[in-house]
C-alpha cells in the first residue's frame, strides 16, 4: 500500500488542522492505520491509531481531548483532526499502515508510511 499524506500548514495555537492520508490500493480495511510525528532532534513518537473498521482508536496522552482519528474506507483515507492546537504540537506528521488485527502504538510495528506532512504551530 502507498500512503500519501496531505493537509500540514502553519497555524497559530489554539487553532485547528486536519490532516488526510490517502491509501492506493483496494485493501485498505485491511490495515489498522496510524499517525506519528517526529519534531526536530526528536525520536518518531505515536499520535494516534485506528482499527481495521474504525471503532477503536487509541491516543496519545498528549493529544487526547484535542486530535480526533477517523478512517473512511470506501474513499481509502483517514483523517487526523487536530483542535487546539500547541506549539509543542510543532512536528512533521506521518501516516502509517500495518496489516494485522491488532493495533500497536509502536512505529517499529508499522509496515508502510507516507511521506510527511510539516504542522507548525506559532505561539
Known amino acids: 500500500v502507498q500512503l500519501q499524506a496531505s493537509g500540514g500548514g502553519l497555524v497559530q495555537a489554539g487553532g485547528s488542522l486536519r490532516l488526510s492520508c490517502a491509501a492506493s490500493?483496494?485493501?485498505?480495511?485491511?490495515?489498522?492505520m496510524g499517525w506519528f510525528r517526529q519534531a526536530p532532534g526528536k525520536e518518531r513518537e505515536f499520535v494516534a491509531a485506528?482499527?481495521?473498521?474504525?471503532?477503536?482508536?487509541y491516543y496519545a496522552d498528549s493529544v487526547k481531548g484535542r486530535f480526533t482519528i477517523s478512517r473512511d474506507n470506501a474513499k481509502n483515507t483517514v483523517y487526523l483532526q487536530m483542535n487546539s492546537l500547541k506549539p509543542e504540537d510543532t512536528a512533521v506528521y506521518y501516516c502509517?499502515?500495518?496489516?494485522?488485527?491488532?493495533?500497536?502504538?509502536?512505529?517499529?510495528?508499522?509496515?508502510?508510511w507516507g511521506q510527511g506532512t510539516l504542522v507548525t504551530v506559532s505561539s
Open positions: 490500493g483496494r485493501t485498505f480495511s485491511y490495515y489498522v
Open positions: 502509517a499502515a500495518d496489516r494485522t488485527s491488532v493495533v500497536y502504538l509502536s512505529p517499529s510495528e508499522y509496515d508502510y
Open positions: 485506528v482499527s481495521r473498521a474504525g471503532g477503536d482508536t
